[in-house]
């Protein structure tokens, strides 16, 4: 149902904080000139913590109008409250999102049979395809690999983003669940890995500013051609692992600023990037051939 790269897409705002729909429109229209196969809106890459309802409501909303069909849109609707998740979800199918991407509920801990029961809630509830989005150094909950098989039986459950950074998990989630269940990487680091054991793609950091080159690594990937994909891989790896580090999305932001396409505005409690942290992102930007 998914497959390639799919840009988790940043939230663009004004120097007031206000969301930037001009901004957020020429990100997208960015992507799609560069043959990104799906736009994630809302994630944690989208600062979706830091969003009001209203806003979120409206980046999905715009993100749907201005893709028109083009390309799928996953929304990002999860929270650590069902009834909020359901809201959002119900909201984003609405609008007309292609799918639903719903993260583990943090900071409440739920059990394996908590988290059973939360996805299949939305499932039952709202029809719309769903990706769990499994990233439990976010989130301190980790959905284990039988419980994601269990819900994979329910036809709206379609696929897993997979960032545990534990590349077994992949080959688990390929080996239990069906045929048609999609893997994405939640890790650009792993993305090659993890289609190499089955998966189909990426939820992408990196596609932020180098959306042409993950594209073309998936492209390449499913076609065959092993040797371009691993060619990609490698020359994308110095921004995968410096667009992390420090927490996402301050240097994917910083680095769009470099490029000229963002101002680097980001919403409390995250912060600019020290200026070593800056210097280190810029000279990555240079090495790639990006600025």
């Known amino acids: ?6 840009v988790a897409l940043v939230t663009p705002f004004k120097d007031d904080e206000s969301l930037d729909e001009a901004k957020l429109k020429e990100l997208i229209r960015f992507q799609l000139d560069g043959g990104t196969h799906g736009i994630v ?10 969003l009001t309802e209203a ?3 409206r980046v999905i909303e715009l993100t749907v109008e201005t893709v028109n069909g083009r390309v799928p849109v996953i929304a990002g609707t999860g929270s650590n409250s069902t009834t909020r998740t359901l809201r959002a979800t119900q909201h984003a199918k609405s609008a007309g999102a292609d799918a639903a ?20 809630t939305i499932a039952d509830t709202v029809d719309i395809p769903i990706v769990i989005y499994n990233v439990p150094g976010r989130c301190g909950t980790d959905i284990l690999s039988p419980t994601i098989a269990r819900l994979s039986a329910h036809p709206n459950i379609v696929g897993l983003k997979e960032a545990t950074g534990e590349l077994k998990r992949a080959s688990e ?16 680091v792993n993305t090659l890995p993890i289609l190499a054991v089955g ?8 596609a932020n500013v180098a959306p042409a080159d993950v594209a073309e690594m998936c492209n390449a990937f499913h076609a065959g051609n092993w040797e371009l994909a691993r060619k990609l891989h490698y020359k994308t790896l110095s921004l995968a692992v ?4 420090e927490t996402n999305p301050i240097p994917a932001k910083t680095a769009l600023q470099l490029m000229g396409k963002l101002n680097g505005k980001l919403r409390l409690p995250l912060v600019s990037m020290g200026i070593r942290n800056v210097d280190v992102v810029q000279k990555t930007l240079r090495e790639v051939g990006l600025i």
Request: one cysteine or more; glycine letters at 10%.
């Open 199 to 206: 998966g189909r793609g990426v939820i992408s950091v990196v």
């Open 55 to 57: 806003e979120h409501d």
């Open 1 to 6: 149902m998914f497959q390639g790269s799919y």
């Open 173 to 188: 989630v390929v080996s239990l669940c069906p045929d048609d269940f999609v893997v994405l990487s939640g890790d650009d």
């Open 101 to 120: 991407l719903i993260v583990t509920p943090y900071y409440n801990k739920p059990t394996q049979e908590g988290l059973y029961a939360h996805y299949m």
């Open 41 to 50: 809106p809302c994630g944690t890459t989208g600062e979706s913590p830091a």
């Open 242 to 245: 410096n667009l992390f580090i």
